[in-house]
C-alpha cells in the first residue's frame, strides 16, 4: 500500500469511530426578549450611521470623477 491509501484508511476508520464527536449538542439559546431588542437596536445605530456614510462616499467619488471646470479670471477696469 501507498501512503495515500494508508492515509485514506486511517482516515476512513477514524471517521466511522468517531461519528459522536461530530454530533455536538450545541447550546440551548435562553437568549430573552430584552436581549433581541437590545441587539436589534445595536444594528439600528449602525444602519444609521451607514447610510450617511454611504452618502458622503458617493459625493465624494462624484465629485472626483466629475469633469474639471477651469476657472476663468477677469479683471475688472
Known sequence: MNA???IAAATATL?????S??????????????????LGFCALIIAAQLIPALLVAF????????????ATHQ???
Open 21 to 38: 464527536a461530530f454530533a455536538a449538542t450545541g447550546r440551548a439559546d435562553n437568549s430573552g426578549m430584552v436581549v433581541w431588542v437590545f
Open 4 to 6: 495515500t491509501a494508508k
Open 75 to 77: 479683471t475688472s477696469k
Open 59 to 70: 459625493g465624494i467619488v462624484k465629485g472626483v470623477m466629475a469633469p474639471k471646470e477651469e
Open 15 to 19: 471517521s466511522i469511530l468517531a461519528t
